[in-house]
């Protein structure tokens, strides 16, 4: 009890002591970066990607484009020096929400850059709003981010999860499975939004689900029960979404339980992509999955992109590297008209920064504050002895399904 | 349908070579080990690893895991000998900690991104079960599992060790009493118990893949089992493994809407109507 007191006491006057310390470092770095005409200026970015935890992979994809976007370009978004701070994600907001907080507040960057998981996204929202900082996500694909939660201090340079699968929803509708398609995604709220999108779109366009199943997510390794069901239902297509471990389960078992040669495989290209495909193995062959990216793309952009990038880290990048590269890219192009550094300014400049014509997945340009992209149908070829999704048809642009 | 209550028993022959061991230690020892589905997960991590090799990588895994299983179950009871007389809180805290050492170095030497585990040459591809297509590996399994089942119960039923065993599970007191040293026992159990799991781990990859996080799947489905089953008792992880492979599975298919907690509705009915599982004794202290 004694003690209290004085616990109490350096507190406050921590508190006191602190709080002028960090405003002073606050408006020198404000001062450094922004204010100085002419001279040398600067711009410190936060990179939060996942370093660890079951996203870790796509986070090295995410560094790595946005490093080699920088390298490429000397360091610097036009006169801006940048310094980039790094951070982890980890899984769940629990791990990434006080890792943007962190950039924000003890390292005092300007611009936050990355974030896979939606739900860390969103709840970063007020802290942005606080610090008047803009966050420029890189994966993060629930549709409220950019649509109902919106908020100016929030941009995007990946997807919604509902415009990848709405593409393929339209596609199946327009080529022959009118009669029948069983949808599959996990139950968790990227998987309901996938399947809702898709649902949309497909019957939009004439076409009917005839059933519809929710894996538990993450707790389902064994999808024997729902090949079943699939084989059941009558279904001439399946439409998937998984990601990760169970990408790799459920196309390998969709192959053993003999569904592949009947039942046609269509997913949301996350199915396919990255380093699952190579676990994924034969089974994967010929299943086919809409995305807005694919490393086979036939663009010089995308050539010289993935032949960097193959020199630099011996692997092909994926969607993940692309979507963070051309963060650095739309960064660039904002910081030419930005007036300042702050959230209003850049976001602003955003507003203005037109086509991007020479991001590596083609011409796109912001809609709102998330990318109009062209949406491309791939499917799963072995091209000398390497899996790849190669390029079957461009299903033209498409924007955040409202 | 069929083919769903194949693939049942599937899921529960693998589940009763996991169990098997977790039960009679419980039973036994009263020591709860949370390190179970680590061990699982590192078999089907030397499995992926060694997948590549063909039957000679299978068989190779299997035998690298048979010992380090053994080896890893001796070192566990010597670990928690010195906490025989305190309570189940904390040797599971123990065995969790482990489990989470485990599962982290197995991160650390693997790598985090989630593995597949081809079946060994001959058996990765399907056959026709019933007019559907079915994995011939889980076939494979089943038999397997089967004649493994059969051993267990013959050597724990029929000859002198496993007598010692069950006496050992009714009555530690008075097996010591009898001049029988019961640390050996359960030693010998806890190795012979995590020699099991590590096999299920192998044996397991072709199904279940090996990844950050299985280790607690696994782990709960093996509890599920035990709890269903009676503790210390193999007929009880048999049954128990069965019944929660045709749960999981034909549970699924025939009432997709409960499917995530239909499993755990099984075991509060099998809690509510018979508190010490299938074939557990009932526990008089």
Wanted: charged share 15%; proline share 4%.
């Amino acid at each position: 009890m004694t003690e209290h007191p004085t616990i109490t006491r350096r507190r406050l006057l921590a508190l006191f002591g602190a709080v002028p310390v960090l405003a002073a470092c606050g408006s020198s770095v404000g001062g450094g970066s922004g204010g100085t005409s002419g001279g040398a200026k600067a711009i410190k970015v936060g990179l939060v990607v996942p370093q660890s935890g079951v996203y870790a992979a796509l986070g090295t994809d995410m560094q790595r484009g946005w490093d080699l976007w920088l390298e490429q370009n000397g360091g610097k978004f036009g006169d801006y020096t940048v310094t980039t701070v790094v951070a982890d994600e980890g899984e769940t907001p629990q791990t990434g929400v006080p890792a943007v907080q962190k950039v924000l507040q003890s390292d005092g960057v300007d611009v936050v850059v990355g974030i896979v998981n939606s739900a860390t996204a969103l709840g970063v929202a007020d802290t942005l709003k606080e610090s008047k900082k803009l966050l420029i996500v890189t994966n993060a694909g629930a549709g409220a981010l950019t649509g109902k939660a919106r908020t100016p201090y929030i941009w995007r340079t990946s997807f919604t999860n509902a415009q990848v699968s709405a593409a393929m929803g339209a596609h199946l509708a327009q080529s022959g499975f009118k009669d029948g398609v069983f949808a599959i995604a996990p139950d968790y709220a990227a998987g309901a939004e996938v399947i809702a999108g898709f649902t949309k779109a497909f019957e939009a366009g004439g076409g009917k689900v005839v059933g519809t199943a929710k894996p538990a997510f993450g707790k389902t390794s064994d999808y024997q029960p729902f090949l079943t069901q699939i084989q059941q239902s009558g279904a001439k297509a399946t439409f998937c979404f998984f990601s990760g471990s169970e990408a790799i389960t459920f196309v390998k078992q969709y192959q053993q339980f003999g569904l592949a040669g009947t039942i046609p495989l269509y997913g949301s290209g996350f199915l396919t992509e990255g380093s699952v495909l190579k676990q994924q193995a034969d089974a994967a062959l010929g299943v086919q999955t809409t995305l807005h990216y694919t490393d086979q793309l036939d663009n010089p952009a995308n050539k010289a992109f993935v032949a960097a990038y193959q020199a630099k880290y011996q692997a092909s990048p994926s969607t993940f590297s692309v979507q963070t590269a051309d963060a650095a890219n739309v960064l660039n192009r904002a910081l030419k008209t930005a007036t300042a550094l702050d959230g209003d300014a850049l976001a602003a400049a955003l507003g203005g920064v037109g086509a991007v014509d020479d991001s590596p997945r083609g011409s796109w340009t912001f809609d709102g504050q998330t990318p109009r992209q062209t949406m491309y149908l791939r499917k799963v070829e072995n091209v000398n002895g390497t899996l790849v999704n190669a390029v079957v048809q461009d299903l033209g642009q498409q924007s955040q399904p409202r | 349908m069929l083919v769903s209550i194949l693939n049942g028993f599937a899921i529960g022959f693998l589940l009763f070579i996991l169990a098997v061991g977790l039960s009679l230690v419980f039973g036994m020892m009263d020591v709860l080990n949370l390190a179970h589905g680590a061990l699982f997960l590192g078999g089907a991590y030397l499995g992926a690893q060694f997948a590549g090799d063909g039957w000679g990588g299978f068989l190779g895994a299997l035998g690298i895991a048979a010992v380090a299983g053994l080896a890893a179950g001796g070192v566990l009871s010597l670990m928690t000998e010195p906490l025989r007389r305190r309570s189940h809180l904390d040797q599971a805290l123990l065995t969790l900690g482990v489990a989470l050492v485990v599962a982290e170095l197995l991160i650390i030497v693997f790598g985090d991104d989630p593995l597949a585990v081809p079946a060994p040459p001959g058996l990765d591809g399907s056959v026709a079960v019933f007019g559907a297509t079915y994995p011939a590996y889980r076939l494979v399994l089943i038999g397997f599992g089967a004649v493994l089942a059969l051993v267990v119960h013959l050597v724990v039923d029929r000859t002198r060790v496993g007598a010692l065993v069950r006496a050992t599970v009714a009555d530690r007191e008075m097996v010591a009493a009898l001049g029988v040293d019961n640390r050996l026992v359960k030693a010998g159990v806890f190795a012979v118990g995590s020699l099991l799991a590590t096999t299920a781990g192998v044996l397991g990859g072709p199904v279940y893949g090996a990844r950050p996080g299985l280790d607690s799947t696994i782990l709960i489905l093996a509890l599920v089992v035990v709890v269903i089953g009676g503790l210390g008792s193999v007929r009880g992880a048999l049954v128990g493994a069965l019944i929660i492979g045709q749960v999981d599975t034909l549970g699924r298919v025939l009432l997709p809407d409960l499917a995530s907690f239909i499993l755990f509705a099984a075991l509060a009915v099998v809690l509510v109507v018979r508190p010490q599982g299938l074939f557990g004794t009932a526990v008089a202290r």
